[in-house]
């Protein structure tokens, strides 16, 4: 009889898992060969894609899974190729500037810095007006239904490297509307035909960074303050289940987390606040994933990812 050695060996030779309820990568192109796909900075009809921010000098590579939208920005990043040195790819204009850093020896970095100052000229955000955003986002074709996983990990390493308030705004911050903040974002809908919830949805979210706070606490609300807003439940968990130490300290700060009971707490907590009501975890699906800046607030800052990964195993 064949060892299980053996076994383990020939399996690998021929290209197969040895065991296929291992976890697997859900994100495609975790490490963003392939780049990002521009967006306007409003949701015009036809037209809400404006190309491609190409991260590699190689034509073949394929169209991007990422999207990158800058919402409500004042001066837009074009398509193009970016620039690279010594294997950072970098793209920027006077409103943000986004590296992808591949010069090292350890996971692919990314940057995402927004420039509040210029993006506000001067003036602050009113209540009901639209705000910057950087961010990455990838929806997914097939949605990941969350009954055909065991295990749902998140992981990724992240550090503010700057933020800083334009000058002129010293003495007119208003914690009520002004800040800048990242998250991470799910949208999780219902998935279940004939549920009277079906197709309906909430957003999920870990937070990580928000200026107003040490620590980003937890938030629990309707999406709503802009036009183009979802009006959907917003279950956004306490960050001090995560984050041990002030996550503005420069610092890199690790994330490692199954989100299976946390997402069954959202939906508890959607429940709780008359959202979801007919729904079971079992019915739920997760479509799409964003991370990256909101600044409703006149911030100069930097945010920094590295080992991006959500893996879904037991499936």
Known sequence: MMTTLASLAITA?????????????????????????????????????IGELRTTADPDVGPPAWRMPQWATRELLEPQRCTDAGGRWTAENRAKRVVVDRSGFGPVGLILEVRGDFEYDGRMRADGEAWPHLLIEQGFKAPIALKDFKTLTFAMEARI?????????????????????????????????????????????????DA?????????????????????FICLLDGKRFWKAPTGDGAWHRLDVDMTALLREALAISRRNGYLKHTRYEDLAIDSFNLGWEAPGPYDAAFEVRGLSMRGGGG
């Open 13 to 49: 030779i021929l290209g197969q898992s040895p065991d296929a309820t291992a976890p697997r990568e859900l994100f495609a192109d975790p490490t963003f060969e392939r780049g990002f796909m521009l967006t306007a900075a409003s949701h015009p009809v036809p037209k809400l894609e």
């Open 161 to 209: 490297p700057s933020c800083k308030p334009a000058p002129w705004s010293e003495g007119k911050l208003d914690p009520g509307r002004h800040t800048a903040q990242v998250s991470a974002f799910w949208t999780v809908h219902n998935v279940a035909k004939g549920s009277p919830d079906y197709q309906d949805m909430i957003w999920f979210g870990i937070p990580f960074f």
């Open 212 to 232: 107003r706070h040490a620590i980003p606490p937890a938030h629990h609300a309707l999406d709503v303050g802009k036009d183009d807003a979802t009006g959907k």
